[in-house]
């Protein structure tokens, strides 16, 4: 049986839009999207006037990843060190020199996270610049090593 959840990942439709306008409206809110011509969905050009949308929007950097600022990179860090996904990144040649061919899991993900951003405490790395520089390579390259992007993690720290 298909999930809800399933269901909409399979008929969602993908476009970038920039926010041109909000504003209460006479029954609710109006949120006004600029989409570029090129990006626009057929299901959305051709759909009637009032038909309804679940929407789930993600703010997009420069960069074209997502923008998330909620979690600290040490927090993000204590997340990943605990993620099978992110064992397995590290475990294929990401690692420190010394914890190659070790199993790789939650305490000897933070000894590499620790050794790769030349911190004690993965806490260093909300507040020590060149830490909080190698602690986001890092995680753009394993986010980029993924297939998927995990639902789970946002793709960039704030």
Known sequence: MTSPANLARATAVHFEAKKTGF???QDGWSLTL???HDDVP???RDAK???RYVVALVEIGDDELPVVGKKSRAQMAGILCND???HAFLAGGRCPPR???VTIDTNTAAMAVREICEVESRADLDRD???AEQWDALY???RRSQPVPDEHLPARIG
Do not use: D, N, W
């Open 23 to 25: 504003g209460q409206a």
């Open 34 to 36: 600029r989409i570029q």
């Open 42 to 44: 057929a299901a959305v």
């Open 49 to 51: 006037k009032g038909t």
């Open 84 to 86: 099978p996904a992110f």
């Open 99 to 101: 914890l190659l061919g």
């Open 129 to 131: 610049e060149f830490a």
């Open 140 to 142: 753009t390259e394993f």
